[in-house]
């Protein structure tokens, strides 16, 4: 996954906003969520490990599709969740999925309708909705986001606008399996945002295009349809533009 594509190339992935479009309120945001994902990377690397090795400690052999840690990261106050696991041959290591269950959702987010649904949505409290995938290296950096169709995390599917609302509401603010890696995750979410939100858009383009094109199929159980798109990340990169715009704004 070394550059950016998508499941149907007359579907291009539009490129997300830059930081000279950013209002002030989400300027400031992105910068914060950078000093504190800064923060926690720094406390990581100085305890000689990283986010993916913190993710592995203690949990025996790394089998590809197993969820780790064992059982999945929840945050009971929060109502989030996140797992990592592997089981893709393209250079990444492993990736994060993200989640957001029902009870933290504001009630006017509601399944999206107009789908098949030849195999059953998780409902009730149940509900959940995945935000987005992080791909990560061999050294326990991310190096790239991407979005999937519904029968890989048998998630709820929720529109692209509605998912995106619900990323301010991610974050896990407990000490399992690490204080730091959670910190971590959190606060890079809130960075990326703009990269994530142009992730979610166009993977309800894709869906609507691929649904008109196999109109027998249920697209949300489509196997032949995995991934939507994927972006590759440079958060040092994207934080210069930040802090560098934030520069020329100020003389």
Request: charge should be negative.
């Amino acid at each position: 996954m070394s550059s950016d594509w998508t499941a149907l190339p007359r579907i291009p992935l539009i490129p997300p906003v830059s930081a000279a479009t950013l209002d002030a309120a989400e300027h400031m945001a992105l910068q914060e969520a950078a000093r504190q994902e800064q923060q926690a990377l720094l406390a990581l690397s100085r305890g000689g490990t990283n986010v993916v090795a913190e993710i592995l400690k203690g949990q025996g052999t790394f089998y590809e599709m197993n969820h780790f840690p064992e059982g999945d990261v929840f945050d009971n106050q929060s109502h989030c969740q996140y797992y990592y696991h592997a089981h893709r041959e393209d250079g990444e290591h492993g990736h994060f999925h993200t989640f957001v269950r029902r009870p933290v959702m504001p009630a006017d987010i509601q399944p999206a309708p107009g789908f098949v649904r030849s195999e059953p949505w998780p409902e009730g409290d149940d509900e959940l909705a995945h935000l987005i995938c992080i791909s990560m290296d061999n050294w326990g950096l991310p190096v790239g986001l991407f979005a999937t169709n519904r029968w890989v995390t048998d998630q709820t599917w929720y529109s692209a606008e509605d998912s995106i609302r619900l990323l301010d509401a991610f974050a896990v603010d407990h000490a399992r399996p690490n204080l730091a890696v959670n910190q971590w995750l959190t606060q890079f979410m809130r960075l990326h945002r703009p990269q994530i939100a142009a992730l979610l858009q166009h993977r309800d383009q894709v869906i609507t295009a691929w649904q008109q094109a196999h109109p027998e199929r249920d697209v949300m159980e489509d196997r032949e349809l995995e991934i939507t798109g994927y972006l590759a990340v440079d958060t040092q990169s994207w934080i210069s533009e930040l802090n560098a715009f934030q520069a020329n704004a100020s003389v």
